[in-house]
């Protein structure tokens, strides 16, 4: 149980255009999820907190505007990495949160690794 | 100073012994604690939860939190080749003081030896 995958494992895309990450909670809801980027040898950073039916919360730093997240359902979450640059690219892990609240703990995708040429 | 330490390592063990990991935090908030397991290039994989002081037991897992010393422990027993990871720290206030947001350590890199 408690299986969170993404989509696309990986992807390589030109300067400029716009990417989409999805994150499904496979076998559970989740009211939360969360986006992390990660660079190499590093932690998690997190970049942004996303609640289902409302507008994703932003850490300090994130552009809001270029990183849209949207949380659509209770297990579906997505990324956009709008007018992507070199800079961009990085290793993007989500994470859900179960919605039974005795468990306060987070379950991780796979991740995503973009690579912005 | 960060909010949790976490030795980076790399921590190198020869197979079959234990491998001691731990983290120190500063915020006496931290109310959950977790240890997740990250192969390279993949997402983390959570190996342990606990909610209060004292030993939790998993297998070949044992986690240890000292709320009073804001420390916590994990330990392998008899590790393999496949345990080598980086292992990270993370802990949380709880969804009613921070809405299940984690704070991780910086992670440790551990290589188990055949």
């Known amino acids: 149980g408690a299986v969170v995958s993404q989509h696309p494992s990986r992807v390589i895309c030109k300067s400029g255009t716009s990417v989409k990450i999805e994150c499904r909670s496979l076998d559970f809801q989740a009211t939360t999820m969360f986006w992390y980027r990660q660079f190499p040898k590093k932690s998690l950073m997190l970049m942004a907190t996303s609640n289902e039916g409302s507008k994703a919360t932003y850490e300090q730093g994130v552009e809001k505007d270029k990183f849209l997240i949207n949380h659509a359902s209770l297990t579906l979450s997505t990324l956009t990495v709008t007018s992507a640059h070199p800079e961009d690219s990085s290793f993007y892990i989500c994470?859900?949160?179960?919605?039974?609240?005795?468990?306060?703990?987070?379950?991780f995708g796979p991740g995503t690794r973009l690579l912005v040429l | 100073q960060k909010e949790v330490e976490q030795d980076p390592g790399p921590l190198s063990v020869p197979e079959g012994a234990i491998v001691s990991l731990n983290c120190t935090y500063s915020n006496s908030a931290f109310q959950y604690f977790m240890w997740y397991r990250q192969y390279s290039r993949k997402g983390p994989e959570l190996l342990m939860y606990t909610y209060s002081s004292g030993n939790k037991e998993d297998g070949r897992f044992t986690a240890q939190v000292d709320k009073s010393s804001k420390y916590i422990s994990l330990f392998i027993r008899d590790s393999q080749p496949s345990d080598s990871a980086t292992y990270l720290c993370?802990?949380?206030?709880?969804?009613?003081?921070?809405?299940?947001?984690?704070?991780f350590g910086g992670g440790t890199r551990v290589l188990v030896k055949p």
């Open positions: 993370a802990m949380s206030e709880g969804i009613k003081a921070a809405g299940n947001k984690l704070t």
């Open positions: 994470s859900a949160a179960p919605s039974y609240l005795y468990q306060e703990t987070q379950y």
